[in-house]
C-alpha cells in the first residue's frame, strides 16, 4: 500500500477540458466552467489558430492545479500532445480522451485503454491464463 495515490478529499474538484468549441461550449452550458479569482479558466477551446506549444502549456497546467480531478481532451488534439498524454502517469488529475463532432473515437489511440489492455495481458501472462 505504499504505492497508494494521494488523493486529495476536499469538498469539490473541478473538470479541466482540452476540446473544440462546441464540445467546450456544451460542457459549460452543463455548469463544468470555473474561472478562478486570478481570471484562470479550466478549458481551453482549440480552432485552427490554436498552436500546439498552447495546447501543451494548457495540459501541463491542468495536469498540475491541485484543484482538478479530471482532464476532459478530445482524442483528435490529444493526439497532437500524444507524447505529453502517454507519459502522464500519476492517476490524478485523470485524464480521459473524448471524441468530438467532427472527430469520432478510435479506441487504438486511447492511452487509457491501451494501459489498461497492456495490464491485463501482463496479468494473464503472469497468472499463466491466456
Known sequence: MANKANIPSKSSALIAMIADEDTVTGLLMAGVGNV????????????SKTTVKQIEDAFKEFTAREDIAIVLISQYIANMIRFLV????????????IPS??????????????????????????????
Not at 36 to 47: E, P, Q
Not at 86 to 94: E, F, G, H, L, T
Open 36 to 47: 478562478d479569482l486570478r481570471r484562470k479558466t479550466n478549458y481551453l477551446i482549440v480552432d
Open 86 to 97: 502517454d507519459s502522464y502517469n500519476k492517476p490524478v488529475p485523470a485524464i480521459l480522451e
Open 101 to 130: 463532432k467532427d472527430h469520432p473515437y478510435d479506441p487504438a489511440h486511447d492511452s487509457v485503454l491501451s494501459r489498461v489492455k497492456y495490464l491485463f495481458s501482463a496479468e494473464s501472462v503472469a497468472s499463466g491464463r491466456r
